[in-house]
């Protein structure tokens, strides 16, 4: 049995999350069915990094053992059959021991908003037409950077061992009209990212002080965070492996 690490790219707006589940459509469904449409046996895939309903990744990952000698070609019929808003990017020969998950170094996230109406935005990134203050902004961004317990900003009933999160990256940044939220860490909790946005985006507004953030940072209790950011504004950008357990 060989592993490889699957690659893939998709606009999360018609599926039900990342992982297979009951209520509805998922990228794991489509792609375990594309996979058994083309080598007529079932696929046992693990993914890297769950996605929630409706957000987007221009990377991510799931891995699978197979006898089959993966080639280029595999990736084009894949393509063929998959849905036109998922894209497999690339498939790569990995040490037998390799986890797509617990293997990651990192991950990276970019959360979009824009002010003005715009009908190519509206499935990846969020209107938002107030007025917000840049520099505040900019200013409860990198406080973000001096903490890691971020249980205020984990969603209920979440089945975590540690609230605990090494932040290497966080800010904002204006690129072609939008407003980009950039993110990197460990690991993130569920939630996590749109909560941060949404509560960072209260503070630019004036409904809340920095000191505030600070307080629902601290108090380690989600009913103080504002989690209103809806899931097509984010997008899974990067996650990053030690290149030693590629072949």
Partial sequence: MQRYFLELAYKGTAYSGFQIQDTGATIQSALTGALSTIFRTEFQ??????????????????????????????????????????????????????????????????????????????????????????????????????YTDFTSFSKRNTQVKTFNCSIELSHWIARDGLLLYEVKSNRFLRGMIRGLVATMLKVARGSISVQDFRNIIEAKDCSMADFSAPAHGLCLTKVAFPAPIFI
Avoid: E
């Fill in 45 to 146: 895939l693990t993914g890297s990094s769950r996605t929630d309903a409706g957000v987007h990744a221009a990377q991510n990952y799931f891995h699978f053992d197979t006898d089959f000698d993966i080639t280029d070609k595999h990736i084009y019929n894949l393509n063929a059959v998959l849905p036109k808003d998922i894209a497999v990017k690339q498939i790569s020969r990995v040490k037998p021991d390799a986890h797509c998950r617990f293997d990651a170094l990192s991950r990276s996230y970019c959360y979009s908003i824009y002010r003005f109406k715009d009908p190519f935005l509206t499935d990846t990134a969020w209107l938002y037409p107030f007025a917000i203050d840049r520099a505040v902004l900019d200013q409860v961004a990198a406080i973000i950077m001096q």
